[in-house]
């Protein structure tokens, strides 16, 4: 019998494009909130899953289950199903059908589609990301010590932070925004901040600062693999710095559905030190 192929000889980025198409389809069957709001129960993460998360993910798995049947081996860990075991354990496809799916029910601009692909269980085993946001219908991808682009453009790797007169970042994206997080944390935030943006993913947010879109970001509670695999690695890629500071190793956090830290991203590690120093 001959040896599966390895995971990293995927083809990662069709199988995401191929995701991309059928997940617009799911969304243009879905045309406005009423269609999108309805709920379907709690997926594996806990969050309620709406019916466009369901059709959005089992987009996703029917292209893993042709992939596992040309031979490959793998495991998937996603939002709505939690784990599935594909052959190989060793080997971890991260995936959020729909990153933003508040922003996709209420037809706000940015959602996305992210998966990333590990040869580990932790986030610096992440090998392949890619995020594609169906608001401006960017594509964000990034493979491990080959550099990350946006359209198939290379992002640069110069640190590109802008800083007000005053020395603070000058626009840093925020997660977890609930009022009540975003009230405890609002003296600490002063300190670094000049400018705040809530985009409601935080897949998206994590490229803007890739993008240099962005000069940092932070989430106030935990984050979920699912949510920032992929991303994070487009960052490292692009040359931005990313820690998530319940860890000693800061790309320590485990690829599974638990959020067990915030995540924290910026342009230069000044930016990520003052950034994480909010959520100490």
Same mark, same amino acid.
């Given at each position: 019998?001959?040896?599966?192929?390895?995971?990293?000889?995927?083809?990662?980025?069709?199988?995401?494009?191929?995701?991309? +198409? =059928?997940?617009? @389809?799911?969304?243009?069957?879905h045309?406005?909130?009423?269609?999108r *709001? /309805?709920?379907? $129960? &709690?997926?594996?993460?806990?969050?309620?899953?709406?019916?466009?998360?369901?059709?959005?993910?089992?987009?996703?798995?029917?292209?893993?289950?042709?992939?596992?049947?040309?031979?490959h081996?793998?495991?998937?860990?996603?939002e709505?199903?939690?784990?599935?075991?594909?052959?190989?354990?060793?080997?971890?496809?991260?995936?959020?059908?729909?990153? +933003? =799916?508040?922003? @996709?029910?209420r037809?706000?601009?940015?959602?996305?589609?992210?998966? *990333? /692909?590990?040869? $580990? &269980?932790?986030m610096?085993?992440?090998?392949?990301?890619f995020?594609?946001?169906f608001?401006?219908?960017?594509?964000?991808?990034?493979?491990?010590?080959?550099?990350?682009?946006?359209?198939?453009?290379?992002?640069?790797?110069?640190?590109?932070?802008?800083?007000?007169?005053?020395?603070?970042?000058?626009?840093?994206?925020?997660?977890?925004a609930?009022?009540?997080?975003? @009230?405890?944390?609002?003296e600490?935030?002063?300190?670094?901040?000049?400018?705040?943006?809530a985009?409601?993913?935080?897949?998206?947010?994590?490229?803007?600062?890739?993008?240099?879109?962005?000069?940092?970001?932070?989430?106030?509670?935990?984050?979920?693999?699912?949510?920032?695999?992929?991303?994070?690695?487009?960052?490292?890629?692009?040359?931005?710095?990313?820690?998530?500071?319940?860890?000693?190793?800061?790309?320590?956090?485990?690829?599974?559905?638990?959020?067990?830290?915030?995540?924290?991203?910026?342009?230069?590690?000044?930016?990520?030190?003052?950034l994480?120093?909010?959520?100490?």
């Amino acid at each position: 019998m001959a040896a599966a192929p390895p995971a990293q000889a995927a083809d990662w980025a069709g199988l995401c494009r191929r995701v991309v +198409g =059928s997940l617009e @389809a799911v969304l243009a069957e879905h045309p406005d909130t009423e269609a999108r *709001a /309805v709920e379907t $129960g &709690r997926g594996e993460g806990g969050d309620l899953a709406l019916v466009i998360d369901r059709a959005a993910e089992d987009a996703v798995f029917a292209e893993l289950d042709l992939l596992h049947a040309a031979g490959h081996r793998f495991s998937a860990v996603s939002e709505e199903r939690g784990a599935v075991d594909y052959g190989n354990p060793d080997v971890v496809v991260v995936i959020d059908p729909i990153d +933003g =799916s508040m922003n @996709a029910k209420r037809g706000l601009p940015h959602h996305s589609v992210s998966i *990333a /692909v590990a040869d $580990g &269980r932790r986030m610096s085993d992440v090998f392949f990301g890619f995020v594609h946001d169906f608001g401006p219908r960017e594509e964000w991808m990034a493979v491990r010590g080959q550099g990350a682009t946006l359209d198939g453009r290379p992002l640069g790797l110069e640190p590109r932070e802008r800083r007000a007169p005053d020395g603070r970042l000058e626009l840093v994206g925020i997660e977890s925004a609930h009022p009540r997080w975003v @009230a405890e944390a609002a003296e600490r935030l002063v300190g670094p901040i000049h400018r705040l943006r809530a985009l409601g993913t935080i897949a998206v947010t994590l490229c803007s600062v890739a993008g240099a879109r962005l000069d940092g970001m932070l989430s106030l509670k935990g984050c979920r693999a699912v949510d920032a695999a992929a991303a994070q690695l487009v960052v490292r890629e692009a040359g931005g710095h990313v820690a998530f500071p319940g860890f000693e190793d800061p790309l320590g956090a485990p690829l599974d559905l638990l959020p067990h830290s915030p995540v924290v991203a910026a342009r230069t590690p000044a930016g990520l030190a003052e950034l994480a120093a909010v959520l100490a």
